[in-house]
T-cell receptor, first 117, second 110 residues
Framework: GAVVSQHPSRVICKSGTSVKIECRSL??????MFWYRQFPKQSLMLMAT?????????EQGVEKDKFLINHASLTLSTLTVTSAHPEDSSFYIC?????????????FGPGTRLTVL | SQQGEEDPQALSIQEGENATMNCSYK?????LQWYRQNSGRGLVHLILIRSNEREKHSGRLRVTLDTSKKSSSLLITASRAADTASYFC??????????FGKGTSLLVTP
C-alpha cells in the first residue's frame, strides 16, 4: 500500500514553455502533498506544501507564480513550471501524507527529471 | 536553514562490513526518519524513530537517536552491494514538512 506515482518520469522541453507534473496517491487519500526539488548530488529541498482544496504554502525563495501548484482532489496534485528556463532543470519529487495525528510519514513518488534546453 | 548535516558525505566499504552514517539537526523534532535513494530514483522510507525513542531496529538497520545532542545514526550491518545508494535523514519540528539532511553516499563493493 501507500503508493505514489508521478507523471511524466522524464521531460525535456524548450526554454519558455510550461511543463505540468502530476503526483497521484494510488491507494490512499492524501490530505497533504509536498513538492521537493533536488539538484544533482544534493539533498531534497522543500518547495511547497499543498492541502486539498486550499492554496499551497510556498517555502521562502520559491516563486509561486513560477511554480503553480494545484491540489484539486485527495489523490492528485499538480506542479506546473511556467516559462521554464535551463536553471529550472532539476529532479522534482512529490510526496503524500494521509495526515492525522502522530507520525508524519510521507510516501514519495519516483520523481520527474526535467531538462530545459 | 534548517537543513540537517550528515557525515560522512561519502562512504566506501566492502561487502560484509558495517556502515554507519550520522545525522545532526538543529531544532526540536517530533520524529526522525531515514530514507534511501538509488541514483536518479525516488526515495524509499527505511525507518522512523520517535523523539521519545532511543534505538530502533529493522532487519539489518539500527537507528539511534540522541535528542540531547540533536543527532541520529544509521547503522547498516553486513552490507551488500545492493545497499549502494544515498541515505538521507529527515525530520520535522512542526506540521508535516520534512527537512532533509545533505545525505551520505554509500558505495559497497563486492
Amino acid at each position: 500500500g501507500a503508493v505514489v506515482s508521478q507523471h511524466p518520469s522524464r521531460v525535456i522541453c524548450k526554454s519558455g514553455t510550461s511543463v505540468k507534473i502530476e503526483c497521484r496517491s494510488l491507494d490512499f487519500q492524501a490530505t497533504t502533498m509536498f513538492w521537493y526539488r533536488q539538484f544533482p548530488k544534493q539533498s531534497l529541498m522543500l518547495m511547497a506544501t499543498s492541502n486539498e482544496g486550499s492554496k499551497a504554502t510556498y517555502e521562502q525563495g520559491v516563486e509561486k507564480d513560477k511554480f503553480l501548484i494545484n491540489h484539486a482532489s485527495l489523490t492528485l496534485s499538480t506542479l506546473t513550471v511556467t516559462s521554464a528556463h535551463p536553471e529550472d532543470s532539476s529532479f522534482y519529487i512529490c510526496s503524500a501524507s494521509s495526515g492525522g495525528a502522530g507520525d508524519n510519514e510521507q510516501f514519495f513518488g519516483p520523481g520527474t527529471r526535467l531538462t530545459v534546453l | 536553514s534548517q537543513q540537517g548535516e550528515e557525515d560522512p558525505q561519502a562512504l566506501s566499504i566492502q561487502e560484509g562490513e558495517n556502515a554507519t552514517m550520522n545525522c545532526s539537526y538543529k531544532t526540536s523534532i517530533n520524529n526522525l526518519q531515514w530514507y534511501r535513494q538509488n541514483s536518479g530514483r525516488g526515495l524509499v522510507h527505511l525507518i522512523l524513530i520517535r523523539s521519545n525513542e532511543r534505538e530502533k531496529h529493522s532487519g539489518r538497520l539500527r537507528v539511534t537517536l540522541d535528542t540531547s545532542k540533536k543527532s541520529s545514526s544509521l547503522l547498516i550491518t553486513a552490507s551488500r552491494a545492493a545497499d549502494t545508494a544515498s541515505y538521507f535523514c529527515a525530520y520535522s519540528n512542526s506540521g508535516y514538512a520534512l527537512n532533509f539532511g545533505k545525505g551520505t553516499s554509500l558505495l559497497v563493493t563486492p
